[in-house]
């Protein structure tokens, strides 16, 4: 082989960018719901101490627990981006996404429960209620999530998967697969704290026409326990990709079946997520005819999601190493 065409080691490294194809976007649009979450608590603290209410000094501490919360997701978008070419990162940086979707869950089942002691507290304590003053509250703030909401909504539409891939078919499907759960967890936020608006409004409405002022702390807990199974369902989704469950059973048999033939099996498997729309696989083979590891990793071509698939071949002694 001639010099000129020796390629320098460089040339075969593998880069680990495994952040969500609208990374960059999504950035943006938490960073933009948080300066308006930011305003409206401010503007209620504020409101509330000048003019002397604890209903907007209390809505407005509730409104900096979410804005603390997506804080958190909008911090981990730039953390990721700002790192995701850190070589202390093995796999990159896309799972802080996840690692920060978990924190949200939390925080919002510590919102849940702060949401319940206070309703069970009023039901055993009531106390009077300013209720033109209240509902103008919840109705504000509802527009306010409604329209933080409509910014951080998932666009299937557009939201095609471009993984990153090592000899690898690109796939241009989208779906829970390629969801970016910091991004959920973000919109869950705003989507929790417009539900109790609604049920605020609507014990609000029931207790200053019906003079059931039982209505209003009722509410509250049909809310909280609505935001805990958001909470369960999110941090069990994040949970499981921070922990490296198999992210697609279904992909794995797949795998499986192109790989093991010729006499061909598999000894070890391992299928994870490292961020939205990409996977990572390490798979040994034990095979009595061994080919090139790059032989392998051919037959995985047009798979969806793997992005980075590593392949280790061992000689087993008997042609048929399956049986």
Not at 70 to 87: K, N, P, T, W
Not at 209 to 229: E, N, R
Not at 275 to 286: C, R
Request: proline residues 4%.
């Amino acid at each position: 082989m001639s010099l000129n065409h020796i390629h320098p080691v460089e040339d075969y490294r593998h880069e680990h960018v495994f952040l969500g194809a609208r990374h960059g976007e999504n950035e943006r649009r938490v960073w933009i719901v948080v300066v308006l979450t930011t305003i409206m608590m401010v503007a209620e603290i504020a409101g509330g101490t000048v003019f002397g209410s604890l209903a907007l000094l209390a809505d407005g501490w509730h409104m900096s627990t979410h804005a603390a919360a997506l804080a958190i997701s909008a911090l981990a978008y730039y953390f990721a981006r700002r790192h995701a070419r850190d070589e202390r990162f093995a796999f990159g940086t896309g799972k802080i996404g996840d690692l920060a979707s978990f924190a949200s869950a939390i925080i919002l089942g510590m919102i849940a429960l702060l949401i319940t002691f206070e309703a069970f507290d009023h039901l055993v304590h009531p106390i009077a209620i300013a209720y033109d003053e209240a509902l103008a509250i919840a109705v504000l703030g509802l527009g306010v999530n409604l329209a933080s909401g409509w910014l951080l909504r998932e666009d299937h539409t557009h939201d095609h998967h471009h993984a990153h891939s090592h000899g690898h078919g690109h796939d241009h499907s989208h779906g829970q697969h390629d969801r970016d759960l910091n991004l959920r967890a973000a919109y869950v936020h705003v989507l929790a704290d417009a539900l109790v608006s609604v049920f605020a409004i609507g014990g609000l409405i029931t207790a200053k026409f019906g003079g059931w002022a039982f209505m209003d702390p009722l509410a509250g807990l049909v809310g909280s326990a609505v935001i805990v199974s958001w909470s369960i369902g999110l941090a069990k989704q994040s949970g499981g990709i921070l922990i490296d469950a198999v992210p697609d059973p279904a992909l794995a048999a797949q795998m499986r079946k192109r790989l093991e033939t010729d006499g061909d099996a598999i000894s070890d498997l391992h299928l994870w997520r490292v961020g939205p729309g990409h996977y990572a696989a390490m798979v040994s083979i034990l095979s009595g005819n061994p080919k090139p590891p790059q032989a392998y990793k051919s037959k995985l071509k047009g798979l969806p999601r793997l992005s980075h698939v590593t392949v280790e071949v061992e000689r087993c002694p008997d042609p048929d190493c399956r049986t």
